[in-house]
């Protein structure tokens, strides 16, 4: 079946300007995730989402950044006044929830949106 | 605060030979353990999840290995293929049903024909 779609799959803009990256989970996944990395890192935790509400957004790295999923399904990060050091690869996932206490569910994750601050 | 680090950074061997990636965390009080790989401009694929309980998880020729208590997990890769070749990246959760997994900046691996 189709996997979690993100678009688009680069974007490039100019230091100060605002971007939106959207997601889309694979279909009945109610947990949905971003995630950025960055070079030669491993992805860093940003915000998690239980349906439509920010269950964790511990991970937003400051007050520009911003994620909805006002239905449950579709997500879209938000970042205003984009700084260079903003440049990396954004990544999406989405997950079942867990049925049963102590074990989670794998994460599936989108290709990602390269995300280049000039 | 939880940090995942994994040896080697990178690894070159030749086609079908048995190879073991590492990846230690310094807090063990984990709820799951996964291991994903990660091709060039491409996302996560999700190999194999261990769940606190569990002491390894298995797939095809891939198996896992979990050592809680001394904050170890090794991935064994049997007959390796050029097709192997990838960044393979293991990630904790350290609390229940959040998610929130921790990385290791992963090992790139390459198989030489």
């Known amino acids: 079946g189709a996997g979690v779609s993100q678009t688009p799959s680069n974007k490039v803009t100019e230091k100060g300007k605002y971007v939106e990256l959207r997601c889309d989970p694979i279909s009945g996944h109610t947990a949905l995730y971003w995630y950025r990395q960055s070079l030669g890192q491993g992805p860093e935790f940003l915000i998690y989402?239980?349906?439509?509400?920010?269950?964790?957004d511990s991970g937003l790295p400051n007050d520009r950044f911003f994620a909805v999923r006002p239905e449950g399904s579709v997500s879209t990060l938000k970042i205003q006044r984009t700084e260079r050091g903003d440049s990396a690869v954004y990544l999406c996932?989405?997950?079942?929830?867990?049925?049963?206490?102590?074990?989670?569910?794998?994460?599936?994750f989108g290709n990602g949106t390269r995300l280049t601050v000039t | 605060k939880q940090e995942v680090t994994q040896i080697p950074a990178a690894l070159s061997v030749p086609e079908g030979e048995n190879l073991v990636l590492n990846c230690s965390f310094t807090d063990s009080a984990i709820y799951n353990l996964q291991w994903f790989r990660q091709d060039p401009g491409k996302g996560l694929t999700s190999l194999l999840l261990?769940?606190?309980?569990?002491r390894e998880q298995t797939s095809g020729r891939l198996n896992a290995s979990l050592d809680k208590s001394s904050g170890r997990s090794t991935l064994y890769i049997a007959a390796s293929q050029p097709g192997d070749s990838a960044t393979y990246l293991c990630?904790?959760?350290?609390?229940?049903?959040?998610?929130?997994?921790?990385f290791g900046q992963g090992t790139r691996l390459t198989i030489n024909p």
């Open positions: 990630a904790v959760t350290t609390r229940q049903g959040a998610q929130k997994l921790v």
């Open positions: 989402f239980q349906g439509t509400g920010a269950a964790d």
């Open positions: 996932a989405s997950s079942l929830l867990p049925t049963t206490p102590g074990f989670n569910s794998p994460l599936h």
């Open positions: 261990i769940q606190s309980s569990q």
